[in-house]
């Protein structure tokens, strides 16, 4: 069963502006973490975010957690093309950090 | 370093055949997973390992599903007989231990099953 939803499913943009993707989800958690995938590739860890943090950075990328709302939001700045792919949160449970749930995923397209 | 292999990396069969996948993770990774992902949604878990120790499997489907780690190392995980419906990208990812949540994961192997 999938907990995460994200909006949105997809996501077009020009190369140079900021991509922006919610997550939310139903129980308590753990952590949080986005993964990007390319297509036809395996997931790449981007960033974890742990359920007692509200904001972390990680180069381009940002990621709030706002665990009174069970949401989540990345925020990736001065997109290229290189990023374009689908971009997955997953939560891990409450009890076992390491057993995650993902989302649906955004597509995300960076126009060059 | 090498990262999660996965073999092979494309599979059709005809449905009611066995199929079997081939996982070795990142060398010192306690923590193995095999996910199953549909066309256009996120990973599915299907069994955890610590070790050779499958510690959740509660969505496996048992009745056509196995798996093994026979020496916490590389992995194995079957579908006899196969569905139509098993059509999927079969993942494996591994991680250091359970205190470690980022997890590594293969190319994934593309099952059709005709």
């Known amino acids: 069963s999938q907990q995460g939803e994200e909006d949105p499913q997809a996501l077009s943009i020009q190369e140079g502006e900021n991509a922006t993707m919610n997550c939310s989800y139903k129980?308590?958690?753990?952590?949080l973490q986005w993964y990007r995938q390319n297509s036809g590739r395996g997931l790449v860890h981007l960033i974890l975010i742990r359920s007692n943090e509200r904001e972390k950075h990680s180069g381009r990328l940002r990621v709030t957690l706002d665990t009174s709302k069970k949401s989540s939001s990345l925020l990736i700045t001065a997109s290229r093309a290189a990023d374009t792919a689908s971009y997955f949160c997953?939560?891990?449970?409450?009890?076992?950090?390491?057993?995650?749930?993902f989302g649906e995923g955004t597509q995300l397209t960076v126009n060059p | 370093e090498a990262g999660v292999v996965q073999s092979p990396r494309y599979k059709i069969i005809e449905k009611k055949q066995p199929v079997a996948f081939w996982c070795n993770p990142i060398s010192g990774h306690n923590t193995l997973y095999w996910y199953r992902q549909n066309l256009g949604q996120g990973p599915e878990l299907l069994i955890r390992?610590?070790?050779?120790?499958?510690?959740?499997d509660s969505q496996l489907p048992k009745d056509r599903f196995s798996a093994e780690r026979l020496k916490g190392v590389d992995s194995t995980l079957k579908i006899q007989p196969a569905e139509l419906g098993d059509s999927a990208v079969y993942l494996c990812?591994?991680?250091?231990?359970?205190?470690?949540?980022?997890?590594?994961f293969g190319p994934g192997t593309r099952l059709t099953v005709t």
């Open positions: 390992y610590e070790n050779e120790e499958a510690v959740d």
């Open positions: 990812a591994s991680s250091l231990d359970r205190r470690v949540y980022e997890q590594y």
């Open positions: 997953a939560t891990g449970a409450e009890t076992s950090g390491s057993r995650l749930t």
């Open positions: 129980t308590s958690i753990n952590n």
